[in-house]
């Protein structure tokens, strides 16, 4: 059998075991009511979809015959399943197949996160232990700013308020024992008030609970007998870790988002059922990169702030590994914001908590920033100021900028690119959208009369403004951790990212630019290419001295089998499972962690010395020192994910560097104070081994690319644009 039969042998078995498990779900707990239904002739076929500010980014990857096909559509802020559906509809005549043919559907949602920050979510009450009622109102008594900054600060109200906030009389000590047993009868008269009072959601977060969790769960078996209909969420199901004001604040976030959250992912899979079958899978991208399935995403939402930006971050990191670098930029400019990460040795930074607008949440994402700069960013001259500014003010979908011909009146980015040339009106945003120059210019025109330049310079200055903007935030993710941009290569994708990844590239001095194959719908790769992922955690607070790797290495295998069970219930076998460690671990005395991640066998040949010595050398590479002094571990936790999604690539001709080829005519495009000649090259016909010389517009359909005068791009054996400067050994 060769190395492709087995792995279509390998991807029809795990389907398989995903069809017998749903049967069985909707046959009840008995299985030998009805007989099975016959399984569908699989095709392989494979849906990711990423729901963006603007636009909605859908890539359907044929693995049987190594095909993709993209398709690009207007976002429905109002309703973001529309735009997944109008999606679908346009990805399956593009491709000529019936929807019935797709197996699986991964999806990245920004739901949750503009839940959030539109302040739409659920009203939710609260449960905590006697005297700790006023938990999220004290929060951890910090104020931003600077030392006066209590004098602007405009605190936000919790999202549990304080009225519908309830006491239970019970206490558990720091090891779980029971102090005071929970006095049912007073919390069932206030449960039944609580939920009498118009709450949509429930949240139950005790004291140290997450050592043991027998009062929650009878409180929440409580409040499902009183009000079945109200989502409860306890807090040592969704974060078992110490520290009870996060761990509060973590499972209010995930009962204000549920509501929304569950009714937009079950209405979103009854109609992908509905067109495309009862067996295709629907599952959903975590903020950490990682898959899960529809029902875990419905249950803890909270683990999807993120899950937007993550799936930018995984289709970068799968590009790259394709392309064998391994240390990134990642540079995702879409309608409305742009996001960076940071990837290291082929593994994404992240973080234990994930912050959106003035929330916090104790849940793992992938560590990106986010800058309110994107190509629908508008532009204006403040009167007190004169000075030209960029965004974050965003002319969105609806509108949009002036360029797109839909009523919009105010310049934005996507304007200016259009004006300098950078975006040519001979493009079509999404395959079909016709832009419009004059309009562009008209739009320009309003900021560069009161700036006193040309419309070319004031489109220049808004160019150079967004891009310093973006700048910022990548130092946020390099310098300001302690890595040199120089060391990393700049991968740029979304919408307009392209458009701007060069002129980044030239400021931070990160070499190559690279541009993917299909860098508009790049987030859509994350999505079909990532895989299903759970973890388990526990707090364990120890000195390293008084404990041992025998100890700690039961503790972990035994997070590790807790984790996998999840996997094992979608249908991942054992054999398609790996696993990786995390410790959580300080100095002692000292209030701040650092999570290490290790491999089994990582730990089994150094133990806890080798994480002691790796924490030493992050918290130098981050603080520039490290001390002699007693480790103290923290927590502990197992991370579970199934087998890496599989694509094979069709074999792509090789060509000469003469690009000549894929030109479709000669351009101009205004750079640094002048217009300069070149080509407009059509992607489609570029070979691994082109060489097209800057300045040039590289079009597609789901983006355009930009090559600056005095850099070169070079295609890759995967398809890449690597864009270096003229006089770089690697551009020669």
Request: charged share 20%; net charge negative; proline share 5%.
């Amino acid at each position: 059998m060769s190395a492709t039969d087995d792995l279509i042998k390998k991807y029809e078995d795990r389907l398989a075991a995903f069809e017998d498990r749903l049967r069985r779900m909707e046959g009840g707990a008995s299985t030998s009511a009805s007989a099975p239904r016959a399984p569908r002739t699989r095709t392989g076929l494979r849906l990711g979809v990423d729901v963006g500010g603007t636009f909605t980014d859908l890539l359907l990857l044929d693995e049987r015959n190594g095909r993709t096909f993209t398709a690009k559509v207007l976002s429905t802020p109002a309703d973001s399943s529309i735009g997944v559906l109008n999606g679908i509809e346009r990805i399956c005549k593009t491709a000529n197949i019936d929807p019935t043919d797709i197996t699986e559907v991964m999806h990245g949602t920004t739901v949750a996160t503009n839940t959030v920050l539109t302040g739409s979510g659920a009203l939710v009450g609260l449960v905590t232990t006697k005297g700790y009622r006023d938990t999220l109102q004290i929060a951890r008594s910090y104020v931003p700013g600077g030392l006066g900054g209590w004098v602007i600060w405009n605190k936000s109200a919790p999202l549990a308020p304080l009225e519908f906030t309830i006491e239970a009389d019970e206490r558990l000590d720091a090891q779980g024992n029971i102090m005071v047993a929970l006095d049912e009868t007073a919390i069932r008269r206030d449960l039944k008030e609580l939920l009498n009072s118009g709450i949509e959601a429930l949240t139950i977060a005790l004291f140290n609970s997450y050592t043991n969790d027998v009062h929650e769960a009878r409180i929440a078996a409580i409040a499902q007998e009183i009000a079945p209909h109200i989502p409860v969420s306890t807090s040592a199901s969704v974060m078992p870790e110490m520290y009870e004001y996060e761990r509060t604040e973590t499972t209010v976030v995930n009962s204000y988002v549920r509501p929304v959250v569950s009714k937009y992912v079950d209405n979103l899979q009854n109609e992908i059922k509905n067109r495309m079958g009862n067996d295709v899978m629907l599952q959903i991208l975590r903020s950490d990169g990682g898959l899960s399935s529809a029902q875990a995403a419905m249950d803890q939402p909270v683990n999807l702030l993120m899950s937007g930006p993550a799936g930018g971050v995984s289709g970068a990191l799968w590009i790259a590994k394709q392309a064998k670098f391994k240390n990134l930029l990642t540079f995702d400019m879409g309608g409305t914001s742009t996001d960076v990460a940071l990837i290291e040795n082929s593994v994404a930074r992240t973080r234990r908590e994930t912050r959106v607008a003035d929330v916090t949440v104790r849940a793992p994402s992938i560590d990106v920033r986010t800058v309110g700069a994107g190509g629908g960013s508008i532009a204006y001259v403040p009167e007190l100021t004169k000075a030209l500014r960029v965004g974050p003010q965003s002319a969105g979908a609806d509108p949009g900028p002036a360029a797109y011909k839909k009523g919009g009146e105010d310049p934005t980015v996507t304007d200016a690119n259009v004006v300098l040339g950078y975006l040519p009106s001979e493009a079509k945003l999404g395959g079909d959208m016709v832009i419009s120059r004059d309009l562009a210019a008209k739009a320009v025109a309003r900021i560069a009369k009161p700036l006193g330049l040309s419309i070319e310079d004031a489109a220049e200055g808004i160019v150079r403004i967004v891009n310093e903007n973006m700048v910022g935030a990548l130092r946020l993710v390099s310098v300001e951790q302690g890595y040199d941009p120089r060391d990393f290569a700049l991968i740029g994708f979304g919408g307009a990212g392209p458009l701007h990844a060069n002129a980044l590239a030239r400021l931070v001095n990160s070499w190559p630019t690279i541009i993917p194959p299909g860098p508009g719908v790049l987030c859509a790769y994350g999505d079909a290419t990532t895989r299903l992922r759970n973890e388990a955690s526990q707090t364990y607070v120890t000195r390293v001295a008084t404990t041992t790797d025998a100890e700690i290495g039961g503790m972990l295998s035994d997070l590790h089998k807790d984790a996998a069970k999840d996997l094992t219930a979608e249908g991942v076998s054992a054999n398609e499972q790996d696993v990786f460690y995390q410790v959580d671990i300080r100095y002692h005395g000292q209030g701040m962690k650092l999570t290490i991640d290790l491999s089994p066998e990582e730990f089994n040949r150094d133990g806890i010395q080798g994480i002691t010595t790796r924490f030493d050398t992050e918290h130098e590479q981050l603080f520039t020192f490290a001390l002699d002094a007693e480790h103290e571990i923290v927590g502990l936790r197992a991370v579970v994910q199934g087998l890496e999604k599989s694509f094979i690539n069709t074999e792509t001709a090789k060509g000469g560097p003469d690009a000549s080829g894929a030109q479709i005519q000669p351009t101009r495009i205004y750079a640094d104070g002048a217009w300069r000649e070149g080509y407009i090259y059509d992607r489609s016909k570029l070979q691994p081994g082109n060489r097209i010389e800057g300045p040039a517009v590289v079009m597609e359909m789901d983006s355009t690319s930009v090559i600056l005068p005095d850099n070169v791009g070079v295609i890759d054996e995967v398809g890449n644009i690597l864009i270096w400067p003229v006089g770089h050994e690697n551009a020669r």
